[in-house]
């Protein structure tokens, strides 16, 4: 079993920055895609941006995103740095991995950090 740890999550007023980190951890042998999304209350839980093993990056909005994503495949660890953050950036934020077990790939997801931003 593979497990996601997310961390960073919190409350944070209009124009802030945050910081996600997700650390991947358990009977790992290979992950490909890692990755956010989120879900804000009453809508449908959504890409936020991916990244590939080889440093591919995909961004749901790349225009509106203010955000980057950043990936340590040596420690299969992901982050997310979000800046100027805006109230309808606030939902809970799931971290993913597309995990290889020598026979499946299958996708984990984590149990999500909240993130609040105040107007």
Known sequence: QVQLAESGGGLVQAGGSLRLSCVASGSIFIIYRMGWYRQAPGKQRELV????????????????????????????????????????DTAVYYCIADHFDRVVTTTRWGQGTQITVSS
Do not use: F, H, W
């Open 49 to 88: 941006a991916e990244i590939t093993r080889g440093g591919t990056t995909n961004y749901r909005d790349t225009v509106n995103c203010r955000c980057t994503i950043s990936r340590d495949n040596a420690k299969n660890t992901i982050g997310l740095q979000m800046n100027s953050l805006k109230p309808e």
